[in-house]
T-cell receptor
Framework: DVKVTQSSRYLVKRTGEKVFLECVQDMDHENMFWYRQDPGLGLRLIYFSYDVKMKEKGDIPEGYSVSREKKERFSLILESASTNQTSMYLC???????????????FGPGTRLLVL | AQSVTQLGSHVSVSEGALVLLRCNYSSSVPPYLFWYVQYPNQGLQLLLKYTSAATLVKGINGFEAEFKKSETSFHLTKPSAHMSDAAEYFCAVSESAPLVFGKGTRLSVIA
């Protein structure tokens, strides 16, 4: 079974802190994604990566950056956390190359981040 | 631009009743369509997907969905609801870009 793990289930941070959310997948997937999930808004794509060191902006990249130094790991960075970044963050991965969007995405359990 | 609209943010059905969750999409080319489910305190998992093969797609846990191009719809159905089906359901679309998700429909099942 594909496994996608996220470093924390719950996280509490203060405004202005730098926050790192880590995601690891164990199936050698090329594509990895970061979403945020908010009630009534569904999932919105922050960033995605289709290869090591490659990244592309999603729909809401402002205030976030990402890092993918190894194939299995994709990190989301909040450079200076703000209260409007309080949300559930979901990581996902999918197989195949060249941005094959029909492939199933496998999700981690999510990190619920509270910024005070 | 691709988009999906899920009609009804909350649907409530009795145990044993038909489940119908509605999804309409907007896409300029034949799309890939997905239904994902999220159980409480978990990530999303794939229920089923349409990738231009058969228009009636069967998924896990007795769910199925029918792609209707003329109606731009991809509604999710299950003949008989179980208590374990209570969850949030997301429709998603992709044409030549990453998935775009709908806002979700929360399904409640009443005993």
């Amino acid at each position: 079974d594909v496994k996608v793990t996220q470093s924390s289930r719950y996280l509490v941070k203060r405004t202005g802190e730098k926050v790192f959310l880590e995601c690891v997948q164990d199936m050698d997937h090329e594509n990895m994604f970061w979403y945020r999930q908010d009630p009534g808004l569904g999932l919105r794509l922050i960033y995605f990566s289709y290869d090591v060191k490659m990244k592309e902006k999603g729909d809401i990249p402002e205030g976030y950056s990402v890092s993918r130094e190894k194939k299995e790991r994709f990190s989301l960075i909040l450079e200076s956390a703000s209260t409007n970044q309080t949300s559930m963050y979901l990581c996902a991965s999918s197989s195949s190359t060249l941005k094959s969007w029909w492939e199933t995405q496998y999700f981690g359990p999510g990190t619920r981040l509270l910024v005070l | 631009a691709q988009s999906v609209t899920q009609l009804g943010s909350h649907v409530s059905v009795s145990e044993g009743a038909l489940v119908l969750l509605r999804c309409n999409y907007s896409s300029s080319v034949p799309p890939y369509l997905f239904w994902y489910v999220q159980y409480p305190n978990q990530g999303l998992q794939l229920l089923l997907k349409y990738t231009s093969a058969a228009t009636l797609v069967k998924g896990i846990n007795g769910f199925e969905a029918e792609f209707k191009k003329s109606e731009t719809s991809f509604h999710l159905t299950k003949p008989s609801a179980h208590m374990s089906d209570a969850a949030e359901y997301f429709c998603a679309v992709s044409e030549s870009a990453p998935l775009v998700f709908g806002k979700g429909t929360r399904l409640s099942v009443i005993a």
